[in-house]
Every structure is written in C-alpha cells, then in structure tokens.
C-alpha cells in the first residue's frame, strides 16, 4: 500500500507577521461530555471545528475555565513518527497561583479525568475569514490526562502555586495536530458560542 | 433570597450612592459573571450601576420556552448571534422558518412547536395517512375548536 494521503495545495509566505503564545484563559471540557455526534467539522478540512455541542444532561453540563497569569500557559505539540501510523502529541503547560482546598480537590479530580483543553492563540491570521487561528481544540480524539503536577513551596516564580502539565496518554495519541476552531463563520460567533458552553 | 433578589433589594440604594460596600460590590460582580461569562469591568465609578441595571433587565426578560444546547448559536438573517441569554421565542419560530436554527440545536424544545401553531382548518382535506395522524394532535391540542375534527374528516 503507499501513501494515503497526498499534498493538495500551495503555502505560500504571506507576510503575516505571527505572534507567539497563549492567552491565560483556557477552557477544559470533560471528554465524556462533548456530543461528538452533532458536533461538526468543516466538509473540506477535517482539522477544522466549526460546532462543539455538550450533550444534554441534568444538572447541565458545562466547560470549565482555568485562569492563568502573566502568560503562565503554554502549548506545544510534536508528530510522533510510529512504525505503522503517525500520530501526533499534544501538550498544554498551565500554572495555577493558589494553594486551597478547592484547588487541591480540582487537581485531584482532573488528574483522574480526561478533557479536551480550548486554548487561545495569541496569533489571529487576517487571511480571511479572519480569526481562523485564533482558538485550538487539543486532544479532541481521546481527551488530555494530567501527566504532571508539582508544587514547590519554596519556590521564587510561582510562590508556591502548582505547575500542571497536561497531555496525551502513553499510548493513545491524537490523530491530527490540535484543531482549529471557528464557529459561525466569525470570530464573534466563535466566542460567542465558547461563552455559551459555560 | 436569592442573589439577584437581593441585588434588587439594594438597587435603588446602591444606585443613590449610598451603601456602596465592598461585599455588595463582590456581589454585584459575581452574579453579573454567573448570567454573562464575562467579567463586571470595576474601571469606573458607574460600572457596577450599570451592572446592576443589566442584571435586572435581565431577570426581567421575558421566559423563553426554548433552550439552545451548550455550544450552539443562531445566526438569524438579520445579523447578530443568539446564544441562550438573549433568546426569546419570536427569534427562534423566525430562526426556525428561515432554516437558521433545527430541531437538533435545542436542548428545550417545546413539543410540535408547528401542530401547535396550525388551525386544524388549515390542514388540506385530502387522505393521506399521516395527515390523519397530524389531524388528531391537532384536535387534542385544541380543545375549543374539536368541532373542526369533524370538518375535517
């Protein structure tokens, strides 16, 4: 068998100037919670969210917004070359600036838990329709798990608040880079409609 | 009482300057986050007024007997997004027509929203079986006119 997959279009350097980085704010959804069934993908680009449903359930269901500080989240992901398939790593770093009981039992439930992690880019491509980069859906296929969480009191960066490192499992990885995600065909909609999963 | 009861309760005296506190600001902020995901600005003097008139205007606002799923937005003809804070039933029967919204996008939705819309007269007098069956919902849904069911049979 050979590839199954060829090179379809052109790249060419468009001048945009890019912006690294995350924005603070991230938005975790459990896994289990996400009605990939009506959720939809654009037709021509499997890597594009353009609906991202909760199922129905009582009480409600809902994203959950972790807050960083000062660009204290990261990201990063990488191809994982393997012998048959190729797959890709997905990981978000993310701090959080407080030591309480509620933090403590939230990263003990998340650390127990699989979720999907919206992050926003900094980066917001004018190629139109504009906003198309601006928000990322990591580990859409199998959600991210807690791979680490540290907390150092003794030290001078974080003062003592937890360090979390969030990623794909050892053995299942994602199967596309993180998504994209452009809901409406606007960015307006597209916020809109992550404020609506709250 | 609830909190929005009592943001009410210490609207008019909030907003004639008097009984500014701290808590009650935390308050304000806090429900203000809880209706609209996003955050009360406490840049200026008159924010949290306006505030509290937003949060009452929304309590105001008339119940929608629809719900969208968590995750959904119409996008009516007109421009603009609805998302469940700003939905009201108008919208969404137009939404409906106009094929911007379905079935599938609400997680309320009340029960044949069109039978419950149609006068049974309205219904053409041929016989096709579902019809019959749409026929009897129809009469059942409206009591005062079960005299039609027999027109229409």
């Not at chain 2, 935390?26 to 509290?52: D, M, S």
Request: with cysteine; net charge negative.
């Amino acid at each position: 068998m050979t590839a199954c997959s060829k090179i379809a279009a052109d790249i060419l350097y468009t001048c945009a100037q890019m912006v690294a980085g995350v924005k603070d704010l991230a938005y975790f959804i459990n896994i289990d919670d996400i009605d990939k069934d009506n959720s939809t993908f654009d037709q021509d680009n499997p890597c594009l969210i353009t609906s991202l449903v909760l199922k129905s359930a009582s009480p409600d269901l809902q994203a959950f917004r972790v807050e960083g500080h000062n660009y204290s989240n990261e990201h990063d992901t990488a191809l994982v070359k393997k012998t048959f398939y190729n797959s890709w790593e997905h990981n978000f770093r993310f701090r959080i600036f407080d030591n309480t009981p509620e933090v403590k039992l939230w990263i003990k439930n998340a650390a127990e838990a699989r979720f999907v992690v919206i992050q926003e880019n900094n980066y917001s491509s004018d190629a139109s329709p504009a906003g198309r980069t601006v928000f990322e859906v990591l580990g859409w296929d199998f959600g991210l798990e807690i791979k680490e969480a540290v907390r150092v009191a003794a030290d001078e960066e974080l003062a003592g608040g937890w360090n979390l490192l969030a990623g794909c499992s050892e053995t299942l990885k994602e199967s596309k880079p993180p998504l994209a995600m452009f809901i409406g065909g606007s960015i307006t909609a597209t916020r809109a409609a992550i404020a609506s999963l709250l | 009482m609830d909190r929005v009861a009592e943001i009410r309760a210490f609207a008019r005296e909030y907003v004639n300057g008097t009984g500014q506190t701290p808590e009650r600001k935390k308050l304000i902020q806090a429900v203000y986050f809880q209706l609209f995901h996003e955050r009360l600005r406490a840049t200026c003097g008159t924010c949290f007024i306006e505030g509290i008139f937003k949060i009452i205007k929304m309590e105001e606002k008339k119940p929608c007997k629809y719900r969208l799923r968590k995750g959904q937005i119409i996008q009516p003809f007109g421009g603009g997004i609805i998302i469940n804070s700003n939905i009201t039933d108008e919208i969404v029967e137009q939404a409906l027509q106009d094929g911007t919204a379905n079935r599938s996008m609400f997680d309320i939705f009340p029960e044949d929203p069109v039978i419950m819309a149609l006068d049974p007269e309205d219904l053409p007098n041929e016989e096709i079986p579902e019809l019959d069956e749409i026929r009897e919902k129809v009469a059942e849904k409206t009591p005062q006119k079960k005299s039609h069911k027999k027109i229409i049979r």
